[in-house]
């Protein structure tokens, strides 16, 4: 649970948050829920999978993110030619020491921006799958450890489009949340072209938070409560997508894990010390639907992984408060909930 010294930090904590978010939201317009998705996923220790058409701002998310914060940053292009080795490192060996020396690949950063990664082969994709599962990369034997906060935002075009390649079963599971920016409103496409017509909006960005304020923010989310029914609610969730007709893949336990870890963020982020079961319902399109694969027949339907979470949602009951804890007055909504907090 937070501790107090936790508690004493909540509005520098808090503060910070709205730094970040200011900051992001001054780049991206008219899209202040992708945003909040963005902080959510790195509070709660998470990767971020952002998909959508070329030219909408998938890239401009992820640098603006990452370049919020003052912390290491990596920036991978993920093409065809791309190797693992490109990613993780390779041994070289060092003439005059007469031994092997490692030379760290692009992965050993905080941030790591991954651009078009379906363009490079499934390969050179898998090459991330051990650094953001464990955090770490293992090569020649000898494990390295990566720095913390660790989070990868890769960017995606639609599977449709010419030459991209999808993402394996395993690397999509890894991704804690998918996010589509879409297009932007009439009046949000106004305000860049009369804020950002003449230069790119990153020029003048500047970091509003440091790398260990970042790690203090996710050990606060890390002690937000979490009741029985809402865990219970959410692996009811999972599990219904393991039995779906229209679904040949259903979600993984890791799924359950991700889940829950992005409702608490979620929680801290409201200002709340526990999780309620609206933060599972929430988030449990962005963290379920690109983990799902739908049935020959169900695509035939033009029924959608999406559909499908919506529609679990509908039937799955929502558990609801004791009467003794019905959140009046500042009692918690489940027991042994710890009163609002902010951050």
């Not at 990566?146 to 890769?154: I, T």
């Not at 790398?211 to 865990?231: F, Q, S, W």
């Amino acid at each position: 649970m937070t501790t107090y010294d936790d508690r004493a930090n909540l509005s520098e904590l808090s503060a910070t948050v709205e730094r970040v978010r200011g900051s992001v939201e001054g780049v991206i317009e008219g899209k202040p829920e992708v945003v909040r998705l963005a902080l959510t996923v790195l509070l709660a220790e998470g990767h971020l999978l952002i998909e959508d058409v070329p030219g909408v701002g998938k890239t401009m998310l992820a640098k603006a993110l990452a370049r919020s914060i003052d912390c290491s940053v990596r920036r991978i292009q993920f093409t065809p030619d791309l190797l693992p080795s490109d990613i993780t490192g390779v041994s070289i060996w060092d003439q005059q020491r007469r031994d092997f020396e490692f030379k760290p690949g692009a992965v050993f950063a905080q941030i790591v921006i991954g651009d078009e990664i379906n363009r490079a082969s499934p390969k050179t994709q898998s090459a991330l799958l051990e650094s953001m599962e464990e955090r770490q990369v293992t090569i020649d034997g000898q494990t390295y450890e990566l720095p913390s906060p660790f989070m990868v935002v890769a960017t995606q075009n639609p599977v449709e489009m010419e030459g991209t390649y999808p993402l394996p079963e395993a690397q999509r599971d890894r991704f804690m949340a998918r996010v589509s920016v879409g297009y932007p409103s009439v009046d949000a496409e106004l305000r860049m072209l009369d804020v950002h017509g003449g230069i790119s909006p990153l020029e003048d960005l500047q970091p509003v938070a440091h790398a260990h304020e970042i790690v203090k923010l996710i050990e606060a989310v890390r002690g937000v409560h979490v009741a029985e029914p809402v865990r219970r609610y959410a692996v009811e969730l999972v599990a219904a997508t393991r039995a779906h007709p229209d679904l040949r893949l259903g979600a993984s336990p890791r799924a359950t894990l991700h889940l829950l870890r992005a409702a608490k963020a979620s929680a801290a982020l409201a200002g709340r010390e526990y999780a309620l079961p609206d933060d599972v319902r929430e988030l449990a399109v962005a963290v379920l639907a690109h983990r799902l694969l739908p049935t020959a027949q169900a695509q035939l339907n033009r029924r959608g992984a999406e559909q499908v979470v919506q529609e679990i949602l509908q039937r799955t009951p929502v558990p609801t408060a004791p009467a003794r804890h019905g959140g009046l007055d500042g009692v918690p909504a489940y027991p042994h909930q710890q009163p609002p907090r902010s951050l």
